[in-house]
């Protein structure tokens, strides 16, 4: 019990902290999220993207074996939440919105921070992996599906290309592929707006919590919920397992698995217009149960589970 109280303190407490500034802002200054959230989708991510790709530094091997789980991972609990899905009869832009708030986990302003209070720096390494990758599938995957809700797929398709976040990762990859060393000119505007993605993407978290009701469907809710906080830490250990992840990887894939649905399915879900209350309703409910399954789960992993 102790240890629960100390991982809920010490490592979970301060997200939420600056995640009240936000809700109180929203509250009180009436502080428009739309806005917010666009400033984040169009120059914030994409500059966090770049910036994690062309930093950072792992071997081959446990690079390889992190993006290959995530890549499983995304495809497996998005299959689940398909088959979930039948039953409830959804139209297109509701099983849209249902998708991508099971598939996508809020590794990065959340899970990323979590993370480093838990378990050190060099988890944190394997953890922006895991983060970096699930932005790829977001900023891809993850809007093709939300553009589908409102389009057909060759459309949404399309749609891809005016996404901010897709030429970054393209960058990253040039900057990679040629080596080449950006200078400081150019690398520390980059950086300061990387810097700014997380705290604004939780000050936008804080805001859809003040903006959040009773959800229409609860039901649906709650399945999701059950799906993004219960079924998808069990799929991440048994994944990391087949996969022969161990160690502080084994860690840093298993915790970010384990993560609420991701604020920026907020943000696709008003860019697309895909049931973005009900988006809200699972973001607000799987972040506030969250704190006591992420701690249990840490609470196992520290204990050499």
């Known amino acids: 019990m102790s240890l629960l109280l100390s991982i809920l303190a010490q490592d979970i407490l301060p997200i939420f902290v600056v995640a009240a500034v936000g809700f109180v802002l929203a509250r009180t200054l009436r502080v428009d999220v739309r806005s917010l959230s666009r400033v984040t989708f169009n120059a914030l991510a994409p500059c966090l993207v770049f910036n994690l790709l062309v930093t950072s530094r792992l071997s081959s091997d446990e690079f390889g ?5 995530t890549l499983a ?9 398909r088959v979930v899905a039948i039953p409830f009869r959804l139209d297109r832009p509701l099983l ?10 809020n590794a990065g302003n959340y899970g990323l921070s979590v993370i480093l209070f838990a378990f050190g720096r060099e988890v944190l390494a394997r953890a922006a992996v895991y983060f970096v990758t699930s932005a790829l599938l977001m900023y891809t995957l993850g809007i093709l599906v939300a553009s589908t809700g409102r389009r057909s ?21 040039l ?8 200078p400081p000119g150019v690398l520390r505007p980059v950086e300061v707006l990387s810097g700014a993605a997380i705290p604004t993407m939780l000050l936008v978290l804080g805001m859809q919590i003040e903006r959040g009701s009773w959800p229409e469907r609860p039901g ?17 250990w048994l994944i990391a397992g087949a996969l022969g992840i161990e160690g502080i990887a084994r860690q840093a894939v298993i915790v970010e698995s384990a993560m ?9 879900a008003l860019e697309f217009d895909v049931a973005p209350s009900f988006v809200t309703s699972v973001v607000v409910v799987t972040t506030l149960l969250s ?8 609470a196992l992993l520290k204990s050499g589970l």
């Open 65 to 69: 074996r992190i993006v290959l789980f």
């Open 73 to 81: 991972f995304v495809t497996t609990i998005g299959l689940v939440a």
């Open 96 to 105: 849209a919105a249902f998708l991508i708030v099971v598939m996508f986990s």
């Open 153 to 173: 797929l060759a459309l949404a398709a399309r749609g891809l290309l005016k996404v901010p976040a897709v030429w970054g990762v393209v960058a990253a990859g």
């Open 175 to 182: 900057v990679i592929g040629s080596g080449m060393t950006l």
């Open 220 to 236: 649906l809710v709650a399945a999701a919920s059950v799906l993004a906080l219960g079924v998808a830490p069990v799929l991440g």
């Open 260 to 268: 609420p649905s991701a604020v920026i399915t907020t943000i696709l």
């Open 291 to 298: 704190p006591f399954t992420v701690a249990a789960l840490i």
